[in-house]
């Protein structure tokens, strides 16, 4: 069998050719060799959606797929293609934040409530800044808005460049340390905050990054703007949720209204003492942090996923055996 990276194989050449040209690359391919279409990294079908036509699908012989998503429902669609053999592997970004993120022991004086990071600038996330702004939220914590220019590193897509209109906040770049970028290192300012406010990737998805994970790794609360029912579903994989933080916003549907509920239990955090909020919560993130400890540890992958992803899989098993 033949891998394609999504990232390192096939996004280059959609880039450089277009889609056509790529299937048809791959239709060739597939007539000699088996094809692993390897996605972990991502989760949304929007980017592989030129494969998800019958007449396209047809003109292969047998493939693979591998997704990130953690719910498999959401590609219940593809069991119509009979020559497309489909998983899910939902721990990507988490070995990739075991293995890179060393904060868990960056000890600080906690000076803020919340850290809140912004690259891509969806529109989701333009939502709950602007109404973070409403209740003067962004004045006292720490929070990123990079607001990147179109590179080849970065290409706006239909998530990113929705209209809004803002009424509270006017858009700025705001970075912390500098202006470099590392998506497995958080800032110093994460040891300095209560909570970790995640805005992850996509809301129409289950899906879970890096975004997610650091706060994890990095033994901080969370609150996180995702798809609905994403707080539920870390409590089924044995992580624990505060009692101390509100999460009735976790099962409401209507994603504005979910971003609503999400500032105001941020503001009524804000009026607590950090300090003694974010020491009531100590147990919980030291479960949480070794309890991802332990997947990573313990997590037996599917063959295709192994074989693809061992390098990153091996570091950071050899680094969790570690801790």
Not at 17 to 27: C, E, Q, R, S, V
Not at 212 to 227: A, D, Q, R
């Amino acid at each position: 069998m033949i891998y394609l990276n999504i990232w390192n194989d096939i996004h280059p050449i959609v880039s450089k050719h277009g889609n056509d040209y790529m299937l048809n690359k791959l239709i060739d391919l597939n007539k000699s060799d088996d094809i692993g279409v390897m996605c972990a990294e991502e989760a949304s079908m929007h980017d592989i959606r030129p494969f998800l036509l019958t007449d396209t699908m047809s003109k292969f012989n047998r493939l693979y797929m591998v997704q990130g998503g953690y719910d498999k429902s959401y590609y219940s669609f593809l069991d119509s293609f009979k020559n497309l053999k489909f998983e899910i592997w939902p721990y990507y970004f988490l070995y990739e934040s075991v293995y890179h993120n060393n904060s868990a022991n960056n000890k600080q004086q906690i000076d803020r409530l919340f850290l809140c990071m912004n690259y891509k600038p969806r529109i989701h996330r333009k939502k709950l800044l602007d109404r973070l702004a409403k209740f003067n939220l962004l004045d006292y914590n720490y929070y990123t808005w990079h607001q990147p220019k179109e590179s080849k590193f970065y290409k706006p897509d239909l998530f990113d460049e929705d209209q809004y209109e803002w009424k509270y906040w006017k858009p700025k770049q705001v970075y912390l340390e500098g202006q470099t970028w590392d998506q497995y290192a958080p800032p110093i300012q994460m040891s300095k905050c209560v909570i970790n406010l995640v805005t992850e990737s996509f809301l129409h998805c289950p899906f879970i990054t890096e975004k997610t994970w650091n706060s994890i790794i990095s033994k901080k609360p969370f609150i996180i703007l995702g798809n609905v029912g994403i707080h539920r579903h870390l409590e089924t994989l044995g992580f624990k949720l505060p009692t101390q933080i509100n999460y009735s916003f976790d099962s409401v549907a209507d994603n504005d209204l979910r971003i609503t509920m999400i500032v105001d239990e941020i503001n009524r955090l804000s009026k607590k003492n950090l300090q003694e909020l974010s020491e009531s919560m100590q147990d919980v993130v030291e479960h949480n942090y070794m309890k991802a400890i332990d997947i990573v540890k313990t997590e037996k992958q599917s063959k295709h996923v192994y074989i693809h992803y061992n390098k990153i899989i091996d570091r950071a098993k050899d680094k969790a055996n570690g801790i």
